[in-house]
């Protein structure tokens, strides 16, 4: 498990702890600052860079629902490791 963040907006899995202390694992990604661009509908949970005229992620933790368009911060992450590679035949 690794510790150092992954390139930012890469997709990995992440091992956290929930709010009652509970061990999680999930898929997901780190956003550095003004690097993943947020193009939902919730200007609020953003942050907006004025020359790029564009939304961004704030930096952190997120939880990456795939087949949504939801993603949803993550506090208490321990570490994560890379997705394991996907073998087509």
């Known amino acids: 498990m690794k510790q150092i963040p992954p390139k930012s907006g890469k ?8 709010s009652c202390g509970k061990s ?3 898929i997901g990604f780190y956003a550095a600052r ?12 953003s942050e907006y860079h004025e020359d790029l005229e564009k ?20 506090n208490n992450v321990k570490g994560w490791s890379e997705l ?4 087509v035949t």
């Not at 003004?34 to 949970?45: G, L, N």
């Not at 939304?55 to 993550?74: A, K, L, N, P």
């Open 84 to 87: 394991p590679e996907m073998k």
């Open 24 to 26: 999680r694992t999930s």
């Open 55 to 74: 939304y961004y992620f704030h930096e952190g933790w997120y939880e990456d629902g795939h087949f949504s368009d939801v993603v949803y911060t993550i």
């Open 11 to 18: 997709r990995v899995i992440i091992h956290w702890e929930n």
């Open 34 to 45: 003004f690097t993943v661009e947020d193009i939902s509908d919730d200007a609020d949970e």
